[in-house]
């Protein structure tokens, strides 16, 4: 940029933001302002309104749009709680005879006045941010990197960049960055083609060897044909053989058939006689079919009974043989107590005859007693005691057998129920012989049906063995003709054997030349994709080539100016050659993928990384690349918040003696310098001061404008 051919900010025209309330005008500034007043007056809210009326995203502000607006806590009024705002940044171009531009951010609330959103507009006029970005660029101001815009706390972020960092501020002061999404499409896009290219030289690999494959299954396919050949001459033999053999067999079957044919013949005319003896026979046999149901269940249960040994037989006789037994101890037993009974009655009979004449006896005695009494005879003595003895004598006699008659009769009464008990179990054991008798009668007649199965199974066995005596020719002929066969089929498996060894591809052929169409395809497939690898690396060398030049440009020119700026800003009469500080990039090729390295060494002190040196030593490096990445893109103004914090007055001299000298119009490459400050150092070397202080009644933010050219020898002195 020419000495004097800049643009420059002539003023801010602030409404109700952050501390300002109402319309405030913040200027005229001049090629070198300084920004003074006391803490909390509302200095750092002039960067906050240049901020934000470039259109830094709020992300980056002190606050969210609604928190941008004036707001007095202790008002109610409409004027002190606002619910829109605005900056205006009245700028200069730096063409002769050029108009001022307005530029304004207004922050608008919809409707319930609960959101606010951004508005932009160019001279009055509504753009989109767009636009309104690209208006700025042309002025050489380039937001997205904000390089020319250092807050509070940024000197100390710049000296802590990580490599990667710096790399992505040097690719948005260069422009290499809007390379970077074409740059990784073409990267993909030379990928996928490099991707499809091996995996083409890969098919074509798999292609070969598949028709080497099918070449050498084609050449045992036709070894496999030639033994089917054989195999087909043979198996024609065998089915001939066995043709012959069918049709021997099958004039065998049609006599054998003509031979049943007059049989049968024969049997229907038998059937046909036997017609009328049937239709009686069905008559009988309908009577007998309930009688031969029953016979059948009995002679299947006698079967079982025989088939486990006739156990109902020999039960049958054992309780026989015991029934006699018992049957002749009780007939015993009955005799003896029949005797008995006699014996008992003859004994009673005796007794009665002998009770009855003592009763008589002793009637008579007591008569002549009584008729001895009433003739009053006198007895003696004697006497009376001889017929008491007697008296009792007879009487003992009389109780002893009527005791002897009591028993008899017990007796008498248990031989007789006994007699009876014994005819009831001899009348059951009648019963019981009985029925024992005509169980051995049936399981006779069911022994003897027994042994006729058994002759009938005789005879039916021999019969089976004539009959198997007749097969065993034929069974001999039908081996004979089986080991034939046998024979002849183990000739054609050993030849089957021989061809599934080979395990022939029977397509083989067609698939050869398959193989082959398909590997000419491939040929043309693969030169396609072989140039569309070379389309897309040229695409991506071009795009990479654009994008490392670009990056290049840039980092060329702050790594050849950053060391003479730190020179100047840590000279001094004790060193005037000052420190040194450099730039490295971690990778020549592609530097944007890569980090950049940033080392200084102060005056005295060997090189050594940003940690390590102190707050101050980093604030001058931050300022020297600043400075540098300003000279390569350059813009009409700077402006900085306190970044003086950690400067020592000796540092602060330099600083403002810089800045000074850059701010000059006939300086190559100077620009505007805005700078907002507590040291005394910059108010003597800037062109203007711009005061800010708090109103006395509405606590607001206020400004003053003080032009020091007017005292310019002064400020010389």
């Known amino acids: ?42 200095k750092s809210n002039v960067m906050d309104a240049i901020s934000f009326v470039l259109g830094v995203r709020t992300a980056h502000l002190r606050g969210s749009l609604s ?6 806590s202790d008002s109610q009024s409409p004027e002190d709680r606002p619910k829109t705002g605005r900056v205006t940044l009245v700028f200069q171009p730096g063409d002769p005879g050029a108009e001022e531009v307005h530029f304004t951010r207004a922050i608008v609330a919809s409707g319930d006045g609960s959101t606010h959103t951004s508005q932009y507009r160019i001279n009055g006029k509504q753009v989109t941010l767009e636009a309104y970005n690209t208006r700025l660029e042309g002025f050489g101001v380039l937001v997205k990197a904000r390089t020319f815009l250092v807050f509070q706390g940024d000197i100390e972020n710049v000296a802590q960049m990580r490599p990667l960092e710096l790399t992505a501020m040097f690719e948005q002061i260069s422009g290499s960055a809007a390379y970077k999404e074409e740059y990784e499409r073409a990267d993909q896009e030379r990928a996928a083609a490099e991707a499809r290219l091996s995996v083409i030289h890969a098919a074509k690999k798999s292609i070969a060897h598949e028709k080497k494959q099918k070449k050498e299954e084609k050449e045992e396919a036709d070894r496999a044909i030639a033994l089917q050949k054989e195999i087909d001459e043979r198996r024609a033999t065998h089915f001939l053989w066995s043709l012959f053999h069918l049709r021997q067999d099958e004039l065998a079957a049609r006599q054998e058939a003509d031979a049943k044919r007059e049989g049968i013949a024969q049997i229907q005319k038998d059937i046909k ?25 009995r002679i299947r249960k006698m079967t079982a009974e025989l088939d486990r040994g006739s156990p109902d037989l020999i039960r049958v006789r054992e309780e026989l ?129 027994a042994k006729e199965r058994v002759q009938e199974l005789a005879g039916r066995l021999a019969t089976l063995q004539a009959e198997r005596e007749g097969a065993s020719g034929e069974r001999r002929r039908v081996d004979s003709r089986r080991e034939a066969l046998t024979r002849r089929a183990e000739a054609l498996a050993s030849l089957r054997v021989a061809l599934a060894r080979l395990a022939p591809n029977l397509r083989a052929a067609a698939q050869f030349e398959a193989v082959r169409a398909r590997e000419r395809e491939h040929l043309e497939e ?50 005037p050659s000052g420190g040194q500080a450099y730039l490295a990039l971690d990778s020549a090729d592609e530097p944007f993928c890569a980090g950049v390295k940033f080392s200084a060494m ?31 893109r350059p813009c009409p103004f700077f402006v900085m918040d306190e970044v003086d914090a950690a400067l020592d007055a000796a540092n602060v001299v330099r600083v403002a003696n810089y800045l000074r000298h850059m701010t000059r119009r006939s300086t190559n490459g100077s620009f505007q310098g805005i700078v907002i400050s507590l040291k005394d150092s910059f108010y003597d070397k800037a062109d203007a001061l711009v005061g800010v202080c708090r109103h006395p009644d509405t606590s607001a933010s206020a400004t003053f404008t003080l032009d020091l050219n007017a005292y310019g020898d002064v400020v010389a002195q």
């Open 1 to 42: 940029m020419e000495p004097g051919s800049y643009g420059r900010v002539v003023r801010l025209e602030v409404q109700d933001f952050k501390s300002y309330r109402g319309t405030t005008v913040i200027g005229p500034f001049h090629d070198f302002t300084t920004i003074i007043g006391p803490n909390g007056s509302g």
């Open 67 to 72: 928190e941008l607006l004036y707001f007095n």
């Open 526 to 575: 693969l030169e396609a994709a072989r140039r569309a690898e070379r389309a897309a690396a040229a695409a991506f060398a071009a795009v990479r080539a654009a994008r490392h030049d670009a990056f290049t440009a840039a980092f060329e020119h702050v790594a050849a100016c950053i060391d003479p700026i730190y020179k100047e800003l840590t000279s001094s009469a004790v060193h």
């Open 273 to 297: 006689a036997n017609k009328a003896l049937l239709e009686s026979q069905r008559r009988q046999q309908a009577s007998l079919a309930k009688k031969r149901l029953l016979l059948e269940t």
């Open 321 to 449: 043989s015991r029934g006699a037994k018992r049957l002749a101890s009780l007939q015993k037993q009955l005799e003896e107590g029949r005797h008995g009974v006699e014996e008992q009655r003859a004994r009673h009979a005796a007794l009665e005859r002998q009770l009855e004449s003592l009763n008589d006896a002793l009637a008579q005695l007591d008569a002549d007693v009584a008729a001895a009494s009433s003739d009053e005879l006198a007895m003696s003595e004697t006497l009376l005691a001889e017929y008491a003895r007697l008296k009792v004598e007879v009487g003992a006699q009389v109780s002893a057998l009527e005791l002897d008659r009591a028993a008899l009769s017990s007796t008498h009464q248990a031989e007789q129920e006994a007699q009876r008990l014994a005819q009831a179990s001899l009348e059951a054991v009648d019963a019981r012989i009985a029925g024992l008798e005509t169980e051995r009668v049936e399981a006779e007649e069911r022994l003897a049906a």
């Open 602 to 632: 102060p005056p005295t002190k060997r090189f050594r990384d940003m940690e390590a040196l102190s707050g101050g030593e980093k604030t001058v490096a931050a300022l020297a690349l600043l400075f540098a990445v300003l000279s390569f």
